[in-house]
């Protein structure tokens, strides 16, 4: 992928962030855990784009026998650590793990409002 596509990306997910924690301090009593899951999720949405990044980089300069097994290990590390994220916001009393769920998805909700609002991403 170009670096300059996944900077846009980061950028409109902070922006999408944003209007989501403003939202919380609204419509929630208690947002402190809200936003803390939401900021989790978030950075860990935003580090698995960029490790998907560079596999799919790497994979492609490899032979597809070697690239296909390179890459459903990268796949089995990301969602390992979607599942670590996961579970320790589920354990953890001072994050949502609702509003962790949703920073986990921002990046693919961005990419998907992006492509309906506007034709180039």
Same mark, same amino acid.
């Given at each position: ?7 846009? #990306? ?11 924690? +403003? ?11 809200? #936003?803390?899951?939401? #900021?989790?999720?978030?950075? #860990? ?8 990044? =560079?596999?799919?980089?790497? *994979? ?8 296909? &097994? ?12 979607? +599942? ?10 001072? =994050?949502?793990?609702? &509003? ?13 409002? *992006? ?7």
């Amino acid at each position: 992928m170009n670096n300059d596509l996944i900077l846009k #990306i980061y950028k409109r997910t902070l922006i999408f962030s944003f209007f989501i924690i +403003g939202f919380s301090f609204f419509l929630l009593k208690e947002p402190k855990a809200a #936003i803390l899951g939401y #900021i989790f999720g978030t950075l #860990i949405a935003m580090l698995a784009f960029k490790l998907l990044d =560079l596999s799919v980089q790497k *994979s492609v300069k490899m032979p597809p026998r070697r690239a296909s &097994a390179y890459a459903v290990g990268q796949y089995f590390i990301r969602y390992t650590i979607y +599942g670590t994220v996961l579970l320790v916001a589920g354990k953890a009393d001072y =994050l949502s793990l609702t &509003a962790t769920v949703l920073g986990l998805l921002s990046i693919k909700i961005v990419i998907i409002l *992006s492509s309906i609002f506007n034709k180039s991403l």
